[in-house]
């Protein structure tokens, strides 16, 4: 591991939400010069509330910006747990309301017969992320690459076309109820133009730190951005 990786750190999850949504705003605004819309990588979880409800104060053409999960527990949108909601709640308010959330979740039987009307939407949003906003879990995980899960090896592939795999996490304290995931794939997201990694607590530093050491990567999956991507804006804040 490219150990000159470094984790920048804020005073305060505030600070932190406001200098994220500033390189936010700069990737976002630099995209909508290019082209006609931008395409804003959301993870869910809990970590990136602050960064969304940051951003729907900004003045960005919100209307010109697709939001792709970057993966989804396979519950319906409006149900406990679902990243979907979590980010129309925190993001799709204020000025960014006409910003435009694509979910994964859709009524397939499992996240496993959703893969293929996923990469559909999301090859629909647009061939290339702008930013990608990843969290992590205290097991190592970050999207839904968690540890030694089934459908570990497809989501961390790295092949141009795969950009969406069915996952089955192990039960565990992070992954709870939600087990069945789908999730963008490693070859997707590193393409993104910036990445950036929030964790929030001592807990996860600590966590974070073990990852940037050497060892297998099915053991801490958030390693495998952190080789693909050495240049990946890590933030903490206490
Ligand atoms: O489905 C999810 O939970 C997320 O997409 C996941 O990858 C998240 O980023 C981490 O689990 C951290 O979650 P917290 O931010 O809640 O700690």
Not at 97 to 106: E, F, H, N
């Amino acid at each position: 591991m490219d150990n000159k990786i470094e984790i920048i750190s804020f005073e305060s999850r505030q600070q932190m939400a406001e200098r994220v949504a500033d390189l936010v705003e700069v990737h976002l605004s630099r995209a909508l010069l290019e082209r006609k819309t931008a395409q804003l990588a959301a993870s869910g979880g809990s970590t990136p509330a602050g960064l969304y409800k940051t951003l729907a104060e900004r003045d960005v053409a919100w209307d010109r910006v697709m939001v792709p999960l970057v993966d989804e527990r396979w519950v319906a949108p409006g149900e406990p747990g679902s990243n979907e909601t979590f980010v129309r709640k925190m993001l799709q308010q204020n000025k960014a309301q006409k910003a435009q959330i694509v979910g994964l979740w859709s009524d397939s039987a499992s996240s496993s017969d959703g893969v293929d009307v996923a990469a559909e939407k999301l090859n629909d949003a647009g061939a290339e992320l702008d930013v990608a906003i990843l969290g992590m879990g205290n097991d190592g995980h970050t999207a839904s690459w968690f540890p030694h899960a089934e459908g570990l090896e497809t989501a961390l592939s790295e092949e141009d076309g795969a950009i969406v795999a069915a996952v089955k996490a192990k039960e565990s304290e992070v992954t709870g109820s939600h087990l069945d995931r789908l999730t963008m794939t490693l070859g997707h997201v590193k393409r993104a133009r910036c990445v950036c990694l929030l964790i929030t607590g001592d807990e996860k530093k600590a966590t974070l730190q073990r990852a940037i050491e050497r060892g297998p990567i099915e053991e801490m999956p958030v390693r495998a951005i952190l080789n693909a991507r050495p240049d990946i804006w890590i933030c903490w804040a206490p």
